[in-house]
């Protein structure tokens, strides 16, 4: 019964990470400042050790937060350790996958909220999928999206 139950368990874990991200009706990405709701799939989550959770209407946003957490003072971030989590959704999909395994294309015909940005997928799959109507110029691995990327994207 015991195994039967961590079973359950398990299973019950892994589709509750896989499935949408469940964004608050007031949630306000803290960069621009405007709900995200609106922005469908690229929405995105920070989750800190302190239980703070900030939502972000694009990979960009998330991201200036990734590299600047000390800015956004009330969230009691100091650097990027107080990170507990980080969650983007596959654009085609709107599952959710952990932004450190994530694919994202840079240089694709869709504009983001704020202008160029990345797209989040689970898999080159979905990638390729992306690709034959939007393009693509690269696509990225987390550890590839540097602070001066980030900073390009927004200019």
């Known amino acids: 019964m015991k195994r039967v139950l ?4 398990i299973f019950f ?9 469940k964004v608050p009706k007031d949630a ?21 050790k302190n239980g703070k959770k900030a939502y972000f209407s694009s990979v ?3 991201m200036d937060f990734y590299y600047r957490p000390w800015y956004y003072e009330s969230y009691g971030a100091k650097t990027v350790k107080d990170i507990k989590k ?7 999909t709107g599952k959710t996958v ?4 994530a694919y994202y294309v840079f240089g694709s015909r869709l504009i983001g909220p704020k202008g160029d940005d990345l797209v989040p997928f689970a898999n080159m799959n979905s990638v390729k999928m992306f690709e034959l ?3 693509g110029t690269k696509v990225l691995r987390f550890n590839q999206i ?5 900073k390009y994207l927004d200019m």
């Open 86 to 92: 980080m969650v983007v959704q596959d654009y085609l």
């Open 60 to 62: 960009k946003s998330m």
């Open 28 to 48: 306000k990405d803290p960069l621009f400042g405007w709900n995200v709701n609106k922005y469908g799939n690229l929405v995105c989550m920070i989750e800190l």
């Open 6 to 9: 961590a079973v359950l368990m």
């Open 98 to 101: 952990d932004a450190k395994k």
């Open 13 to 21: 874990a892994i589709f509750a990470f896989a499935g949408e991200l």
């Open 133 to 135: 109507k939007y393009g």
């Open 146 to 150: 540097t602070k001066g990327l980030i």
